[in-house]
């Protein structure tokens, strides 16, 4: 006996649910901070934002762009 058409429907719904959720996951995990420094030679490295050095860079730069704001309301 053939699969009922409602189920069919509700099957591949659900299916398009589960890959949209998969990818949220997948999206989420890889979009963590980090702050990237590039140096004269044009080498640049990443830091992630729990590492001391990250961290700091963080705060240097919300620093600059307050600064920046600042100036541009003046």
């Known amino acids: 006996m053939p699969a009922k058409p409602h189920r069919v429907l509700l099957d591949r719904v659900s299916g398009y649910a589960d890959e949209a959720a998969a ?12 702050a990237r420094l590039y140096y004269a030679g044009g080498r640049a490295t990443e830091l992630p934002a729990d590492s001391t ?17 600042k100036r541009r309301r003046s």
């Open 53 to 69: 050095a990250g961290a700091e860079l963080f705060v240097a730069a919300g620093a600059v762009i307050d600064l920046t704001a």
């Open 23 to 34: 990818y949220m996951r997948r999206r989420r995990i890889s979009r963590k901070p980090f």
